[in-house]
């Protein structure tokens, strides 16, 4: 009874319900699209669907661009494809740089020149740059002479590898080395060093390999089981 | 009219090229190539300044990270944008395998549906306007 007086009444109450013992119609907005039903109570209650069909959805909308499509051809990049497909790339840094001297196709861990350091720690910059003072390029006045061993050869350039058989009959002829290697410029001091070095190379290999079968030979002659001569049988002098 | 990039990589190995003239001149240093070797730096420098001037131009250029992983490994970077053409024609041929897939899939089940329940099949395609 107390309850009954602090009631209010709802507009929208069953007692007062224009439509009488039907839930009232009010609008619900369906995000998940699937509602199509209608929920009737009251002395009859019942279930009507307002769609033929159960969970029956709306479709999604056409679009133009599926992965259906031809997605190279569509962007135009058939030429790319072709250009990057169509012949073997070269692995190496130094085939996509050719005129860039130094050798480049070492990774760059190992001297500590990598492109990710130089993202991940910037250099300070934003200074301006300006032609160095003639106090200034007093430091750098040099003292006549070749640079010491250990850092004449700092990031020189590669021979390239000739992968020819003449190479060694050149060898056999006693040809120096130099001549197969081709020359950047031809008065290049750096060059006449490169071939010098590869000569002294390949003398200190002719004497190793030498001395590898000079050791060979002794082996033999002394070893019985090859049918060497044994301590016995060594030729008196 | 070059392109910012063909000025700035022009540049690039101009700067390049002056630093190894500068190494053969100190490899075997001669007292008469001072001034030169000082010119040389002065060039150095103007480089810089040139590269610096470069940089608005090209401002608008993306490079993506990933790119740098394979130069930092000696590799050639067109091998990046192979490897990413690769990659998204085989993922173009993937999805549409899936769609035909599903495609063959929806026509084979709406043939069997169809014989099995003709009418409400019949509804389904007047509701869906013939798809």
Partial sequence: ?237 | MSSPLENLETQLEMFVENVRQIRIIVSDFQPQGQSVLNQKIQSLVTGLQEVDKLKSQVQDIHVPTEVFDYIDQGRNPQLYTKDCIDKALAKNEEVKGKIDSYKRFKSHLLSELSKTFPNEIAKYKAIRGGE
Avoid: W
């Avoid at chain 1, 033929?52 to 790319?80: D, I, Q, R, V, W």
């Fill in chain 1, 1 to 237: 009874m107390m309850s009954d007086q602090f009631r209010k009444v709802e507009p929208y109450s069953p007692k007062s319900s224009p439509r009488g013992a039907r839930s009232p119609v009010v609008s619900r907005q369906d995000s998940s699209g699937t509602l199509k039903t209608t929920i009737s109570l009251g002395k009859n209650p019942s279930i009507v669907h307002s769609g033929p069909f159960y969970l029956m959805k709306e479709p999604p909308g056409e679009c133009e661009l599926t992965g259906a499509t031809n997605l190279m051809a569509y962007y135009g990049l058939e030429h790319s494809y072709s250009k990057f497909n169509g012949k073997k790339l070269k692995e190496s840094l130094s085939s996509f740089l050719p005129t860039l001297p130094g050798i480049m196709d070492g990774p760059g861990q190992e001297d500590n020149s990598t492109l990710g350091s130089v993202i991940a720690k910037r250099p300070i910059g934003g200074k301006e740059l300006l032609p160095l003072t003639s106090a200034q390029l007093a430091g750098f006045r040099l003292h006549p002479g070749p640079l010491p061993e250990q850092y004449r050869y700092v990031s020189a350039t590669p021979p390239k590898k000739h992968k020819s058989k003449h190479k060694k009959h050149k060898h056999k002829d006693g040809a120096p080395l130099g001549q197969d290697t081709p020359l950047q410029d031809s008065s290049n001091p750096d060059t006449y060093e490169k071939k010098h070095k590869k000569q002294k190379r390949h003398d200190d290999d002719k004497e190793r390999k030498k001395r590898k079968k000079e050791k060979k030979r002794k082996k033999q002659k002394h070893s019985p089981e090859h049918g060497g001569l044994t301590p016995n049988q060594h030729p008196m002098p």
